[in-house]
Structure formats: structure tokens, C-alpha cells
């Protein structure tokens, strides 16, 4: 098949759009990383740090709340409190919808998919009520900023976040013979554990038990709060060297220079190379992907250090990568944001839209499709298999969905014998084109093309 600038806005962008051309060349694509980040200027979301003194001013109303219980002041302290987790929860949910709305108007489409990519390598989920939505500011602080430049950074600013820091229980952790270890419940191996097994190497790479219980030794004295942020806390740390993968770390005062030496070392190992390419290739072009699109990937990332633009350069250039179009089936999220991309939903009428209509037009028809917002099983983030999503539950809430959404949004339908071409270009069969054109009603013939396997498929 070669390069399509169709195929390139379906399987590496939100979708066709009427509005914003297809990328016409695989530098085009790669431009986009590169440009003048458009999208999050006119949808801004703040940081986590720029949020965190909010978090933990709720966090503080509730200690409060709590100690006066049984009190004179029980009511006000609770509607305070109350208040505090409303306005929080508010603010977020305007962030939730200001993400949404970056992927609907993007120029920049590739720059969205890698993001949610990187979002799901490192997933993180609130385990709190005070920390639950805040999913979009950690993605915005340590994931957005570093997708088009070196992994190992990437994987710092990630795994030293103190969301993974709370979601993988690191604040738990203490090194057992500590200065800080007495009476507490020791150590915890999962921060370590995923860092080498769903992060860097994968499941089944080049390393061992003792590997993992040396690393979770050494990431001792990470640990993070609402009040302060990030937090590097020597007296919790495990004295003496650490031997991870056969080098040796530390050894005298405990710093965090040596985490990330060992971080850089994790990130330059020819398993993480393989496992990121893979990953990638998986994500992005077929569940079972070419052996040597996989070879080529990997080969780019060890010549350069690590930086990832040579890696998705590797990817895009690839012929298995424009000849399997059509072997992945559109996560939730994926379907409902190109759905919305080529009906041309204006930015306002997702951002006016209220808590209950949020929920109802999107969080439940995405949970009810088998993801849940920012809510995956476990650590390892959004399953790729086809299988997955794609079981009579699923695919009942996919077309109910599809033929419900578009005038529930957007009132204004096109003609379906347009929309198709508009959708699909030339990738429309003529089973989709019928389908277009024998609707009685518009609604009912953009929802059969939305309902498709050509457009549910990339």
C-alpha cells in the first residue's frame, strides 16, 4: 500500500476531519511532535504541581472534618469539606473535557495518540477521592512534555511522579534497616517490580528476583506528599550499595543520583529497547506485528541513546506498518474522540456540557464498552488484543452508542452519502457506502457509518 495520507490520520491520528487535512508525508507526521503545541494553549491543563496546593487544601478541610466529628463544628467543618472536594471536582472535570477537546480540533493528532500511549505505558489511578480525578494533570506534567525526546526521560519524569510514587504504594516503602524503618511495615517491591517488568524490560527480560529486590532497595527514600510534592527522604533509605543487573549503585550517603543513574541504566538496556518497540508496534499497527518492523524500531532506539522521534521514525517507515491497515480494532476512547472528530463537534459544546451530561454522553457508554475513564484494571494499563473489546457486551455498547451519540452531540447531521467520504475516503467498501445511502434518516446513516467495521477498525 505505501504511505496514505488517510490511512495516517486513522491509524496514527484521531480520525479523518473535515476541518483539518491528512498528513501527506510521513515527516509531516513527525512534524507534529515537533511543532508549536497549539492544542494545549487552547485548552489548557495545569499541571499537577500547579494543583497540588488545591489537593491539599482538601486534604487538610477533611483531616479537619474528621478530628470534629463530634463536635459543635461538625457541620460547618463537613461543608467545608464538601465544598473544597465540589470545586476540586470541578476543576477537573473542565480539565477532562479540555483533553477531549484537544484530540476533537488538534492539528496535531499524532502528538494526542502518543500521549494516551505513554499515559497507558505509565498508568497511574488515583487511590483516593482527593487524588482520583487528578489523572490529567500528572499526564500533562510528566507525560505530555516528554514524548518526542529521550525514554529514559521520560521514564524519570514518570516513575518519580508522585501519583506512580502514591499508585504503586512507594510512599509505603522503607528500607529495613533504615533510620526511619522502626515499627514501620518494611519494604515494598511493587514500584520496583512494574519498573522493570511493565516500564523498561518486560515480563520474562534478562533479570532475576534478587534484580527486583535490590531496585526496590534502592528506590527506598522516594516518597511523595500533597503538602510538598516529590520527596526525597534519605532516612528512609536502605543503607549501603545495591548490585542491580550486575552494576552497583550507591554505597555511601543515600542520593537520588544513584536512582537515576540506575533509571538511565534501565532505560539504555537492549530488553527495554525491544520491549518499547514492540509495544509501540503493537499499539499501532496489529496485535501481531512484523518481526522485522519490530527489529527495525529496536535497532533505531539503541543507535540513538534512546530517543524516541528515530524509533516512530522506524515505525512510520516501515512497510507492514501501511500494509496492516485495518488489524486493529478502535479502543473505546479512540472510537468516541474520531467519532466526534469527524462530525466537527465544536470545542464548546463539550465544554459546556455538565457534570450529568458527561457522565451520561461519555462515561458510561465508554465504561459500558469496557473502559472506564482513566480507570484500567491495573498497572499495565489498556489491554491491545482485539478480543478484549471486542465481546457482545462491547460491541453492543459500540453500536448503541454510535447511533445514538451523533444527534445527541451534534444537531446539525450531514448528508450520510457525504459523510462516508468524509469518515472513510477512499478506505469506505461498499458495504459502508450502501449502508450510507439506503438510511432513511440522517441520523440514522451517519450512526451506520460510525457503527461500521471500516470505521471501528484501523
Known amino acids: 500500500m505505501g504511505f496514505s495520507p488517510e490511512v495516517a490520520a486513522i491509524r496514527f491520528g484521531e480520525g479523518l476531519s473535515p476541518d483539518v487535512a491528512a498528513p501527506r508525508s510521513v515527516a509531516a507526521l513527525l512534524d507534529e511532535l515537533t511543532s508549536r503545541d497549539d492544542a494545549a494553549k487552547a ?8 494543583l497540588r496546593p488545591r489537593l491539599a487544601k482538601v486534604d487538610q478541610l477533611r483531616r479537619i472534618y474528621r478530628q470534629a466529628r463530634d463536635t459543635a463544628d461538625a457541620a460547618a467543618t463537613q461543608k467545608a ?36 500511549f505513554w499515559a497507558d505505558h505509565f498508568t497511574v489511578i488515583g487511590k483516593n477521592a482527593i487524588i482520583r480525578h487528578a489523572v490529567p494533570h500528572y499526564i ?44 514501620r511495615r518494611g519494604l515494598n517491591e511493587n514500584l520496583a517490580r512494574e519498573l522493570i517488568e511493565l516500564h523498561t524490560m518486560g515480563v520474562g527480560a534478562g533479570y532475576s528476583q534478587t534484580d527486583v529486590r ?24 536502605e543503607p549501603g550499595a545495591e548490585t542491580i543487573l550486575g552494576k552497583t549503585y550507591g554505597g555511601g550517603k ?33 496485535d501481531t506485528p512484523d518481526a522485522g518492523l519490530i527489529q527495525s524500531m529496536t535497532e533505531a532506539y539503541m543507535a540513538n541513546s534512546g530517543a524516541l522521534m528515530p524509533v516512530y521514525q522506524a515505525l512510520l517507515e516501515h512497510p507492514f506498518t501501511w500494509d496492516s491497515f485495518g488489524q486493529k480494532v478502535k479502543q473505546p ?51 491491545e488484543e482485539a478480543e478484549y473489546w471486542i465481546t457482545p457486551q462491547g460491541l453492543a455498547a ?29 478506505i469506505a467498501d461498499q458495504r459502508v457506502i450502501f449502508a450510507a445511502q439506503s438510511a432513511e434518516t440522517r441520523r440514522e446513516g451517519v450512526g451506520l457509518v460510525l457503527a461500521s467495521p471500516a470505521f471501528q477498525r484501523r
Do not use: C
Open 43 to 50: 485548552h489548557p491543563v495545569p499541571h499537577f504541581e500547579t
Open 81 to 116: 469539606y464538601a465544598d473544597a472536594r465540589g470545586a476540586a471536582r470541578k476543576v477537573q472535570e473542565t480539565d477532562l473535557k479540555h483533553m477531549l477537546a484537544r484530540s476533537i480540533r488538534t492539528q496535531a493528532p499524532f502528538r494526542e495518540r502518543l500521549t494516551r
Open 254 to 286: 543515600p542520593a537520588i543520583a544513584d536512582i537515576h543513574a540506575a533509571l538511565d541504566d534501565l532505560a539504555a538496556h537492549p530488553d527495554t529497547a525491544r520491549h518499547v518497540a514492540r509495544k509501540l508496534a503493537v499499539h499501532f499497527t496489529s
Open 214 to 237: 535490590q531496585l526496590s532497595e534502592l528506590l527506598t527514600g522516594l516518597t511523595a506528599n500533597l503538602q510538598r510534592g516529590f520527596i526525597f527522604a534519605p532516612k528512609r533509605a
Open 333 to 383: 476512547i479512540d472510537l468516541a474522540l474520531s467519532s466526534m472528530r469527524v462530525l466537527a463537534v465544536p470545542a464548546n459544546s463539550l465544554l459546556q456540557l455538565n457534570r450529568n451530561q458527561l457522565r451520561s454522553y461519555l462515561g458510561q457508554p465508554m465504561a459500558a464498552m469496557g473502559q472506564p475513564i482513566f480507570a484500567p484494571n491495573g498497572p499495565d494499563g489498556w489491554p
Open 398 to 426: 459500540r453500536l448503541q452508542w454510535s447511533l445514538s451519540m451523533p444527534s445527541v452531540v451534534y444537531r446539525s447531521l450531514p448528508d450520510p452519502r457525504d459523510f462516508v467520504g468524509l469518515a472513510l475516503g477512499d
Open 140 to 183: 500533562e506534567e510528566a507525560i505530555r512534555p516528554n514524548i518526542a525526546g529521550r525514554f529514559s526521560d521520560l521514564l524519570k519524569a514518570a516513575v518519580l511522579h508522585p501519583m506512580m510514587l502514591q499508585y504503586l504504594d512507594q510512599i509505603q516503602s522503607f528500607g529495613p534497616n533504615s533510620p526511619a524503618a522502626r515499627g
